[in-house]
């Protein structure tokens, strides 16, 4: 076990004996109080790997370990406090289902918890419960449109379209300055890590007031951090980037949004288009 402050982390083998409930076996060896193990475990923090299979969530306080089984916590009293922004469904297409993803809200869980992610809202919200796969993934920092399957066939077929890039992914971005003629379709084409990387935008609006200017992109490319990664190479970083850029930092959060896609439906066997409702933009 290792211990500091409000952040401990418990790694443990179950010994041979008596079997021991998840709750009771972790307030012994942390030293919080059974509350506080409930509640880490429902929000994602405790971990399980019976035998030789997976490591997975474990949730309830009352399940029964085993000798042998491989227990972990990662308890951080600060990320289990937050109380994080709300995903709305937008649609619900059966084999998958289509959110609204705020700003501050990560896609899946870590170590720590999933409490702050859109894949955990999900598997609350729909009743009976269903299977959440994340087959594509928005920056936390970002908000926007997101796909979530709901079997392995849908999670399979999805990704593989992403992976294609028959998925047509429109942004919307508020960029530092003014990177192009308004109405001109304008193309970025910088490699990152590496590997071939293509950004396509258009300014529909400038303020020179603010000295800001708004664009639709779309991206040809899934690279890591592509859009906001290629506007501030080419000297207009997104507003509110955190990481990247300079002079385009605020405290409003980052003005880059996921407001479109575009896709023929491997279900329903035609075209489909998802849009974020104008009050989400």
């Known amino acids: 076990m290792s211990l500091s402050m409000d952040k401990i982390v418990v790694k443990a083998v179950v010994p041979p004996g008596t079997p021991a409930m998840a709750g ?29 299979g997976p490591l997975k969530r ?7 370990l ?6 972990e916590m990662h308890y951080d009293q600060g990320l289990l406090a937050l109380a994080p922004p709300r995903a709305e469904c937008l649609k619900d297409e059966k084999h998958y289902s289509v959110w609204y993803k705020p700003s501050g809200l990560m896609a899946q869980g870590t170590m720590h918890g999933d409490h702050c992610s859109v894949m955990r809202q999900a598997e609350i919200f729909f009743q009976p419960r269903r299977e959440v796969f994340l087959v ?8 926007g449109i997101m ?14 379209l992403f992976r294609e890039n028959r998925i047509k992914k429109e942004y919307r971005v508020e960029v530092l300055g003014n990177p192009a003629e308004e109405g001109k379709r ?41 859009i906001r990664r290629h506007f501030a190479m080419i000297g207009h970083p997104v507003i509110g980037d955190p990481r990247y850029g300079t002079g385009n930092k605020n405290t409003q959060g980052m003005k880059l949004i ?22 989400r933009r």
């Open 136 to 143: 594509h993934r928005l920056d936390r920092e970002a908000s």
């Open 147 to 160: 796909l979530l399957a709901h079997s392995r066939d849908a999670a399979a077929r999805l990704s593989e």
């Open 24 to 52: 009771d076996f972790l307030a012994a060896r942390s030293g919080l109080s059974k509350s506080r193990i409930k509640d880490a475990m429902n929000k994602g923090a405790v971990w399980i790997q019976r035998k030789s």
């Open 258 to 279: 996921a407001v479109s896609l575009l896709f023929f439906c491997p279900f329903r066997k035609k075209e489909v288009a998802f849009t974020l409702p104008s009050g």
């Open 186 to 226: 304008s193309v970025i084409e910088l490699p990152l890590d590496g590997k071939t990387a293509v950004t396509e935008y258009e300014v529909v609006a400038y303020d020179p007031d603010s000295n800001t200017a708004t664009a639709a992109v779309t991206i040809k490319t899934g690279r890591l951090h592509q």
């Open 58 to 64: 474990l949730r309830k306080a009352t399940a029964l």
């Open 66 to 71: 085993s000798p042998g089984d491989r227990i």
